[in-house]
């Protein structure tokens, strides 16, 4: 008696858990798919025209406008101003990451005419807006070479490097 219920409850649980997986399976990959989908982001260059701390706004002129975007409202021009809401502050996951050379960075550090990289998608609250999700800030050839340089001298100085 004892073992019949044992086996009864076994096949239940065996039924239960065939049905969650046979489940899990048909819409596994429909799930995953309008995920991808969603937070796929687009990247623009351009050069640094302004940003609005209140507003939480960024403003650029657009050299390389990226893939088309699915609403045509978010569609960029080259050579066009382009604004894209941002957030500075809070989780890695949800805030407007900055950087420069690879390097955390604050966006106020971000200098008019300054080439910027952004990584963007439609913003979550206002279909027709863009959020930028990351900014990387690139070098001008100068900037690059006025930085190496220096290094080069304070390693000369720590007695690193002879000549």
Do not use: H
Request: aromatic share 4%; hydrophobic share 40%.
């Amino acid at each position: 008696m004892k073992l019949d219920r044992v086996q009864s409850i076994s096949a239940g649980l065996c039924m239960v858990l065939g049905m969650v997986l046979a489940a899990a399976l048909l819409l596994g990959p429909g799930v995953g798919v309008a995920v991808a989908k969603k937070s796929k982001s687009i990247k623009t260059e351009g050069t640094f025209v302004g940003y609005d701390a209140e507003a939480k706004t960024l403003e650029i002129k657009v050299k390389k406008k990226g893939k088309k975007p699915g609403n045509k409202a978010l569609k960029l021009k080259s050579g066009k101003k382009a604004t894209f809401k941002v957030k500075p502050e809070g989780s890695v996951l949800t805030r407007t990451s900055v950087t420069l050379d690879g390097k955390r960075a604050d966006i106020n550090e971000i200098k008019k005419g300054q080439f910027l990289i952004i990584y963007w998608v439609a913003d979550e609250t206002d279909a027709d807006a863009r959020f930028a999700r990351k900014i990387d800030m690139v070098l001008s050839e100068a900037e690059l070479d006025a930085r190496n340089k220096a290094r080069l001298e304070k390693a000369r100085a720590a007695g690193q490097l002879s000549d």
